[in-house]
């Protein structure tokens, strides 16, 4: 459980720091499904899944106050492009995660 949440937050930290140099729609999309990994141990998958959604539209809006936006022209499409990572990795992550935990744990 500890090094789920690990994984989360290393991935959570580096989106923030490295964000110009990491593509915004992976980056969105495998943080999103690393936080419903975490979350999923706590919650149902369903909110497991809404809830890294929205932690990965915060996680975005800090890496942009951090950084700075130097074309607020191209803020709305930025947002578009980390709203649809983060609803892809919601998406792949409710249908993957029942799929992954039945192969690494199957006695469950």
Request: proline content about 6%.
């Amino acid at each position: 459980m500890i090094a789920r949440w690990s994984i989360a937050l290393v991935w959570a930290g580096a989106v923030v720091v490295l964000w110009p140099a990491i593509p915004r729609l992976f980056a969105t999309f495998l943080l999103t499904f690393l936080l419903t990994n975490a979350l999923w141990q706590h919650v149902p998958l369903k909110r497991a899944c809404i809830m890294a959604f929205a932690l990965t539209g915060l996680a975005a809006i800090i890496g942009e106050l951090a950084l700075g936006t130097s074309d607020f022209a191209a803020v709305p499409v930025l947002w578009l492009v980390d709203a649809l990572g983060a609803l892809i990795g919601a998406l792949v992550s409710y249908i993957a995660m029942p799929l992954v935990d039945r192969v690494f744990n199957p006695q469950r």
